[in-house]
């Protein structure tokens, strides 16, 4: 008998690795200039190619577009710009013959104000679904009950005339806030989840999760006073202290965890931006009451030096329950793209990071050929965030433009205009070019999902850090008798880093940034080229 890949007693999401899609700009297949379903069909195997075990898809329900899918007013079916139900099964069928899981968003905080639901709870005060939503009286001063910001800008709170009481919106006055305190609300929401796990969908990313649960009273929340003027969102004034992940979450997620454990391998992770010591409550108590994977945005939110980068790395290690899981994420559509937040010097080297930690990584659609933020002309804005914040950095749509398959026009994205700019500099930067080049960000990433297929060290193995030095740091990863060695150079000058002496080693280099270095050896010292990054396998010293 053959003995099982040592992996194979983790689930898919422990050792898988998910590629996140933003649907409208990652496929066009019929010309109307925005990505679709039979789009991504049409991609699958680009992505077995590529290595990636999981898709998550950003919304593809019905919806008015005001955020472009995160306000939804039918969870249970397909917007026809994406397709229809039939292009969806199809879709779930053929990610599942080749051996690739499905993710679908799942948006509990908020629906569309186009929702059944809530054009019926506006339509009067006794209407029965009113206390679906957060309905309140104007305060004495006849102004709103609390002061409560939404993080697209203004207040939370937004007056109806018609029933004259303000409703409560997080985000847009478009995505009125669901009363998850309203038991009927949860049964209405959990059998979205069902409904979709039921047709096969293997798990959610859930938006927004730490806004669902809010303060019973709607008291004030205070002043941050860390709060910069012109340098953070408007929304960083207060503090969230009532206007979010109240205790009522952890039951709420519990909630979830059941109805997902009712199907087998089944995974939830959570959008929460939070600090670790926060986010890593919403594990749960014991392994079964909380967030699969609650998304750890350490490697967006840290300052890009070894200093920074390590120690966010090892806090995070440190602070995880003995039962969790851990998760890493470089880049989303919310937030510039990795290529431009730090140097594309450095886009290999956030690629070597991303797979070699310890924990599922999730990747960003285009992100594994060094996309880049692209400038969104003013009159072709179409985030309703830029269009509240039209002098900031705070809107979307540079990291959420069409991927660049090819120098073919388009970008090989569409046959029609696309819905946001192509970047300019596509004829270089595209899958097609980078799938010919050896040295390639593509080539390199294809190269890191092989081999953490094949490692368990990288899968499943343990980590302890290994060093720090300036712009450098090192961790190993092992597993049963292999160790393995990662060392990376965040700097653009050459830098050197003692192997621990107790780790009296020599090793050989299996992977690195410059594939030249491939079957060098390192013995006490490593050293690193700028923004160089290498894997090493280490064997005891035989001296
Ligand atoms: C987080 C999503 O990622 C973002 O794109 C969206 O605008 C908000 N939640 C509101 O749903």
């Excluded at 649960?213 to 910069?228: G, H, L, S, T």
């Amino acid at each position: 008998m053959v003995d099982k890949h040592p992996a194979e007693k983790h689930l898919w999401w422990q050792t898988g690795v998910i590629y996140q899609i933003y649907p409208l700009s990652f496929a066009d297949s019929n010309g109307d200039g925005y990505g679709d379903l039979p789009g991504i069909l049409g991609k699958l195997d680009y992505l077995k190619w590529l290595g990636v075990d999981a898709v998550w898809i950003s919304p593809i329900y019905p919806s008015p577009l005001a955020d472009y899918g995160y306000d939804v007013s039918d969870y249970k079916a397909i917007h026809p710009l994406f397709g229809t139900m039939e292009d969806f099964d199809r879709l779930l069928a053929a990610c599942h013959e080749r051996g690739i899981k499905l993710l679908l968003d799942y948006v509990p905080n908020h629906t569309s104000d186009q929702h059944p639901w809530f054009v019926e709870s506006r339509s009067s005060r006794d209407n029965p679904k009113r206390n679906w939503y957060l309905w309140k009286d104007q305060n004495r001063d006849g102004g709103p009950p609390n002061n409560w910001l939404s993080v697209f800008g203004g207040r939370v709170w937004e007056w109806d005339e018609n029933t004259r009481q303000y409703y409560c919106h997080s985000f847009l006055k478009e995505q009125p806030d669901l009363n998850w305190r309203n038991p009927e609300v949860q049964e209405a929401m959990l059998d979205v989840m069902r409904f979709w796990l039921d047709k096969g969908v293997d798990g959610f990313r859930v938006d927004a999760l730490w806004h669902v649960a809010k303060d019973e009273q709607f008291r004030d929340n205070p002043p941050d006073p860390d709060y910069v003027e012109g340098e953070m969102s408007p929304y960083r004034r207060l503090m969230p202290t009532y206007s979010g992940g109240q205790p009522a979450l952890q039951e709420i997620v519990a909630l979830m965890r059941r109805v997902t454990q009712e199907f087998p391998e089944r995974v939830l992770i959570g959008e929460m931006y939070l600090p670790v010591e926060e986010l890593v409550r919403y594990y749960g108590r014991d392994g079964n009451t909380g967030i699969h994977l609650p998304h750890n945005f350490q490697l967006i939110v840290l300052p890009w030096q070894a200093m920074d980068v390590f120690a966010g790395i090892n806090e995070y290690e440190a602070s995880l329950p003995a039962f969790a899981w851990p998760t890493w994420v470089l880049g989303n559509h919310d937030k510039p793209r990795v290529a431009s937040r730090i140097e594309p010097e450095q886009a290999k080297i956030a690629a070597l990071l991303l797979l070699t930690l310890r924990g599922t990584p999730t990747m960003y659609y285009g992100d594994e050929i060094g996309m880049e933020d692209v400038n969104v002309p003013a009159a072709e804005t179409r985030d309703p965030v830029a269009k509240a914040f039209p002098k900031s950095r705070l809107g979307r749509d540079p990291e959420r433009t069409p991927m660049q398959w090819s120098a073919e026009p388009n970008a090989g994205f569409s046959t029609g205009e696309p819905w946001l700019p192509i970047a300019e500099d596509y004829e270089q930067t595209n899958v097609e070019k980078q799938k010919q080049d050896d040295r390639s960000l593509l080539a390199f990433y294809r190269r890191l999902l092989e081999l953490r297929r094949q490692e368990p060290a990288l899968q499943i193995g343990g980590y302890l850090p290994a060093g720090q030095k300036k712009n450098v740091f090192a961790f190993v990863r092992e597993h049963g008798e292999t160790t393995l060695l990662i060392a990376v150079n965040l700097g653009g000058t050459r830098a050197r880093l003692a192997v621990p002496r107790h780790m009296d080693v020599t090793g050989e280099i299996i992977l690195g940034t410059d594939p030249a270095r491939v079957g060098g050896k390192i013995k006490e010292y490593v050293e690193l080229s700028p923004d160089e990054g290498i894997i090493a396998r280490i064997s005891p010293s035989d001296e």
